[in-house]
């Protein structure tokens, strides 16, 4: 059983951010999940090297294209090994193979006929590196997307992708395959999009204009256009043209923010349709981060958050955890940095570490190092039990990207329970009488091995701080695939060194 992630490639014109870090770390738990499962993963994020932007970018700090390209690229590459992403693939769209690939696509569709060369007239937004429709612009005229940056009106020659031939068919594939988009709220919004006559997609740009870019096979005055070029890496990556791509091919899963929707839901398709390739299995659209209170993120207001300052403040985990735990697929969601540690003390802090730390550190200082051996078990601990298990057991099936915020929140929930359990319980109380030293030995192992089943769940999430809790609690290597088992925990048994697993932060 195979499973392809990919994420978008990420623009290096500018340092990365937190959108960059949320889709690659969503990504991440995504093949976690699916690994868990028995799965074999390919998952490849990287960076998109390619374009005007990128080229202006060079210029203005005075470096060689190819330097800022080997900056940009450690850079992000730096940061997504901080956040614990597990890729398989970093793409570079300025390797030789890639390139390659892209100009055979654009010379097989064009031997079809489907792309011609034409003057265009009209509004370009360097922002986006597209042509704009006039209903694409807001009131005053500039691109939502890029309010503060001007449009340009552009004159000039170009090759065109004929798109509409394929409409028909891209809508009926939509329609044949409700999965195909998710959620459904941006399904509908591209059979919106779809809804109308598409008019033909510039796919080049002359290098009167641009040079960095994949030179057109058919005319060597001209590159190719940035999001051509880029979408093709989804192929690339896998070895594509040559044999042996399919069966990843087939159960390929693009996540994307809502920004981007409509290169992968009428670009890409329409460019494989007219390749005569077949079309990935899953688009998963999320929407996108705002400051706190619902203000959109501004260097000027201050209210930007950079995932490496997060990083540095509060560890990789109270990171990946909050953008897991409030992430909303459909609707925009808030972030800052005190959001973020509120969370992280709240929840990873007082109701998961703090719970490790007083449980296991009680085995250790009252059973000589070690976990005690249970006794018989109530009703009480069965229930705790049994709310652990069914808790967790999301963790063990397959996980869409939607679903990434009920898993987290159930393992919050579930917390609470165990929680409430312990102070019940009252092990302190019970191991001052010898009739109730093993009613505590029991309340001890409980709740030691609830937190191993709830840690092992949290290997998807926060992979660094559950792995060092298990290392703790001296647990087995957790099954492949995994599910939620009681008692894996030996009784009697040495625990590991006990530490502070989520130090509060001020």
Not at 46 to 55: F, R
Not at 97 to 116: P, R, S
Not at 211 to 232: H, I, M, N, S
Request: charged content about 25%; proline content about 6%.
């Amino acid at each position: 059983m195979k499973s392809y992630i990919t994420t978008p490639i990420y623009y290096v014109n500018g340092s990365p951010h937190i959108g960059h870090a949320f889709t690659s770390v969503m990504a991440d738990i995504l093949k976690r999940n699916r690994v868990a499962l028995g799965y074999e993963l390919m998952l490849s994020t990287g960076v998109d090297e390619h374009g005007q932007k990128n080229q202006e970018a060079a210029a203005e700090l005075d470096m060689s294209v190819t330097d800022y390209l080997e900056m940009r690229g450690k850079e992000f590459r730096d940061v997504f090994d901080r956040l614990g992403v597990a890729y398989d693939y970093f793409v570079r769209t300025s390797r030789e193979g890639h390139k390659t690939a892209v100009a055979g696509m654009e010379q097989a569709i064009f031997d079809k006929g489907l792309i011609v060369k034409k003057q265009y007239t009209g509004t370009y937004c360097k922002g986006c590196e597209e042509f704009k429709k006039e209903s694409d612009l807001t009131d005053d005229g500039q691109c939502p997307l890029h309010p503060t940056m001007k449009v340009e009106q552009t004159d000039e020659t170009n090759y065109f992708l004929k798109m509409e031939p394929y409409r028909e068919r891209l809508l009926q594939h939509i329609a044949d395959n409700p999965e195909f988009v998710q959620p459904e709220a941006f399904r509908n919004e591209l059979k919106q999009m779809l809804s109308e006559p598409l008019e033909d997609l510039c796919i080049s740009r002359p290098k009167a204009r641009v040079t960095l870019g994949v030179d057109l096979p058919f005319d060597p005055d001209f590159v190719t256009y940035v999001w051509f070029d880029a979408l093709a890496n989804y192929l690339t990556n896998i070895g594509w043209p040559e044999d042996g791509y399919e069966d990843w091919w087939a159960e390929c899963e693009h996540l994307i923010g809502k920004d981007i929707l409509k290169p992968h839901g009428v670009y890409w398709p329409i460019m494989l349709m007219a390749a005569g390739l077949p079309l990935p299995k899953k688009l998963s659209v999320h929407s996108h981060w705002v400051g706190a209170g619902g203000v959109k993120m501004s260097k000027s207001i201050g209210n930007v958050v950079d995932p490496i300052e997060v990083i540095d403040k509060l560890g990789v985990d109270a990171l990946r955890w909050y953008l897991a735990r409030h992430m909303r697929a459909d609707s925009d969601s808030q972030i800052s940095v005190d959001l973020i540690t509120q969370t992280y003390n709240s929840e990873l802090g007082n109701k998961v570490g703090n719970l490790l730390s007083r449980a296991a550190k009680f085995s250790k200082a009252r059973f000589d190092g070690t976990l005690p051996a249970p006794g018989p078990l109530n009703a009480q601990d069965e229930a705790i039990r049994k709310s652990v298990v069914e808790a967790t057991r999301g963790m063990s099936a397959w996980m869409n990207l939607a679903d990434i915020p009920a898993r987290a929140q159930a393992i919050i929930t579930v917390s609470d329970e165990m929680n409430n359990y312990f102070a019940e319980q009252a092990p302190w109380d019970l191991i001052k009488n010898e009739d109730t030293r093993e009613r505590c030995q029991t309340v001890i192992y409980v709740t030691l091995d609830c937190l191993r089943i709830v840690m092992e769940a949290l290997l998807q999430i926060i992979p660094g701080s559950a792995g060092k809790a298990l290392k703790m609690l001296n647990a087995p290597e957790p099954p492949l695939p995994w599910t939620p088992e009681l008692d894996k925990l030996q009784g009697d048994s040495e625990l590991g060194e006990i530490e502070t697993l989520f130090p509060r932060v001020q």
